[in-house]
């Protein structure tokens, strides 16, 4: 356990330079995946940053403004991209989870330093495929109570428009 929370501390910090494990070993190509995951998590930060801070401004402004009704009609036209996004990878992991998840690395990861040997990398064996199979329901189930709240809105926001 210490290890592997040494593993997710490394990769969701951006002050953590380094991954040194306790007590397992760790070849060069582990650690090349484990810096290229850094990064991967290190983008969604910086983008989910950027994306609150112009949605709080736009909030803000539009309230000011007296166009919250548009706003809300603006991210519900959002949620439908996402939501189609999230719709399409559900299916494709209900289908056939492994292949996905092959796909997923050969997308995001130019190289196959992903692929582990447990003999040489044993912290592969902290972090198997049903792990990123449960971390990606529960994004999924996020994004989805995230659709379902800007769907009410808009439901709401339409009703008053019509009375």
């Known amino acids: 356990m210490d290890n592997y929370k040494r593993v997710i501390s490394y ?3 951006p002050f953590n330079k380094e991954l ?3 007590s ?4 060069n190509f582990g650690k090349i995946h484990f810096f290229e995951v850094k990064r991967i998590f ?3 930060y910086i983008i989910s940053i950027i994306f609150i801070i112009i949605m709080i401004s736009k909030i803000i402004i539009n309230k000011n403004k007296g166009r919250g009704k548009t706003l809300v009609e603006n991210f519900n036209n959002s949620v439908n991209i996402i939501a189609l996004i999230f719709v399409s990878v ?4 209900m289908i056939d989870f492994d292949k996905t998840f092959y796909y997923f690395h050969k997308v995001f990861f130019r190289n196959d330093y992903w692929i582990f040997d447990s003999k040489i990398d044993p ?3 902290a972090l198997p495929e049903e792990l990123f199979m449960i971390e990606l329901i529960l994004i999924i189930s996020l994004l989805l109570i ?3 709240v800007i769907k009410i809105l808009h439901l709401k926001n339409k009703k008053s428009i019509t009375k």
């Open 11 to 13: 990769v969701q910090n």
């Open 20 to 22: 040194v494990l306790n």
């Open 24 to 27: 397992l070993p760790m070849s």
């Open 42 to 44: 290190i983008a969604l």
């Open 90 to 93: 559900s299916i494709m992991i």
């Open 123 to 125: 912290i592969i064996n």
């Open 146 to 148: 995230f659709t379902l």
